[in-house]
């Protein structure tokens, strides 16, 4: 004998497809050992020319494509280096040396990293980068091969549907990803299609935004609503500039559409306290969503995207007063207007409560104006008075609960003189 015999296992169940390989691997035996055999021979013969000339013309493909891969390199590089800054991607094809059945044979490799460092395989990349390029190069295949030779247009517009673009990302990264992906549609050759769990991808102050709510039913049954189209709000210019001044400082406050109970708030402290107050009692107060509107002016930009939103909420904010120190109208009074016509629109049968302390949260709750560091006092106070705890406790309640009671200094209004008579005899 000449060897151990080679097994060939035909299960009962094996996969159709898998037999169908295993088939024509027999079949092509005979071939590809006569191929091995000229492949091997010492004596030059007809397998040993037409490889080399197979090598001299993949060199000469090679060389005649150079410039389309160095665009191709360029483009991509340009794309990745959105989200992964310094960050460069390498495509390098080269002749194997060897021939197939298939007659060429190509050893081709892409690889990025950063632009200064080692460049390793995308398998290697971590499933962030990986991903990245992924769409990326999508991008830049359908936008440099399919478009009409006479006029350069594109045959054809393109939906690019991505699942969840933030997984596997750093934070900074989401939001260059996020970025690109906004900006994508400009072209006007693009639509793209996001599912995200991140509320870095809702960014308000676009106009090319439609948000769909996709959830289950107490059956289970999976639905979807559409929530939020910014035509549909009417944004004025400085609710755009306002939304995206918040988006910039907290990229996170667009949780709310992920569900919950939605409290806005005007400041820092009020935002410090609610949130203490949460973590003290985490089994009283679950689902429950503090917007921090960092300022007046945001809350009516907030209130107008809760209203087209459709579902419930709550707005605490200072009451300040009509006027300041000379006498002049106080323009953070001004505002309190501004808050209860944006709430006045709002749908028929929405449920909204608005609460505002007189004249300012400290000095409301706390008893004494704080000048400075005020979060930080808050948070001081609170958690070493029990006395105070309960009376921050019993406001955030009230603002979960709209049939609740408020404390003392608090005032539920919905007309402003009727807010102006309550600061006056404050």
């Not at 991008?139 to 030779?149: G, L, S």
Request: hydrophobic content about 35%; glycine content about 4%.
């Amino acid at each position: 004998m000449k060897g151990e015999p080679e097994p060939h296992k035909v299960d009962a169940f094996s996969d159709p497809e898998e037999q169908a390989k295993e088939i024509k691997k027999l079949l092509m035996t005979a071939i590809s050992e006569r191929v091995r055999s000229l492949q091997s021979s010492e004596e030059r013969n007809e397998f040993h020319e037409l490889l080399d000339q197979s090598i001299a013309l993949q060199k000469r493909i090679i060389e005649e494509t150079k410039d389309q891969i160095e665009v191709a390199n360029g483009s991509l590089t340009n794309l990745i280096n959105q989200v992964f800054p310094n960050y460069v991607v390498n495509f390098e094809a080269q002749p194997e040396g060897t021939l197939d059945l298939g007659l060429f044979k190509w050893n081709s490799q892409l690889k990025m990293g950063p632009q200064d460092g080692f460049l390793s395989t995308v398998d290697k990349q971590g499933s962030g980068a990986r991903r990245t390029l992924l769409w990326t190069a999508l991008k830049y295949i359908a936008e440099t091969t399919r478009r009409n030779k006479d006029d350069n247009s594109f045959e054809r517009p393109y939906l690019l549907l991505i699942d969840e673009p933030e997984i596997c990302l750093h934070p900074s990264a989401i939001r260059e990803a996020c970025k690109v992906l906004y900006d994508l549609p400009k072209a006007g050759n693009w639509q793209v299609m996001v599912t995200t769990h991140s509320p870095v991808f809702i960014d308000f102050s676009r106009d090319n935004t439609t948000i769909v709510k996709v959830e289950r039913n107490e059956k289970g049954d999976v639905e979807g609503t559409t929530v939020f189209r910014p035509d549909k709000v009417k944004f004025d210019d400085d609710d755009r500039r306002n939304l995206k001044l918040l988006n910039i400082c907290d990229p996170y406050v667009a949780e709310f559409f992920f569900g919950g109970k939605v409290v806005i708030v005007e400041g820092d402290t009020e935002y410090t306290a609610f949130n203490y107050i949460r973590q003290a009692k985490p089994a009283k107060y679950k689902d429950i969503h503090i917007v921090r509107a960092r300022g007046k002016a945001t809350i009516v930009s907030l209130v107008k995207i809760l209203n087209h939103f459709g579902t419930g909420y709550s707005v605490l904010h200072d009451s300040d007063t009509p006027t300041i120190k000379s006498g002049a109208t106080n323009p953070a009074w001004t505002n309190n207007s501004r808050i209860l016509e944006a709430l006045t629109i709002r749908p028929k049968g929405l449920n909204v409560r608005l609460l505002a302390s007189i004249p300012n949260f400290e000095g409301a709750y706390f008893e004494k104006e704080l000048t400075s560091e005020k979060p930080y006092n808050a948070l001081s106070i609170i958690s070493t008075d029990s006395e105070k705890f309960a009376t921050v406790e019993a406001l955030f309640d009230s603002l979960l609960d709209h049939s609740g009671k408020v404390p003392p200094n608090c005032v539920e209004w919905s007309d402003i003189e009727e807010l102006k008579m309550y600061v006056i005899k404050k």
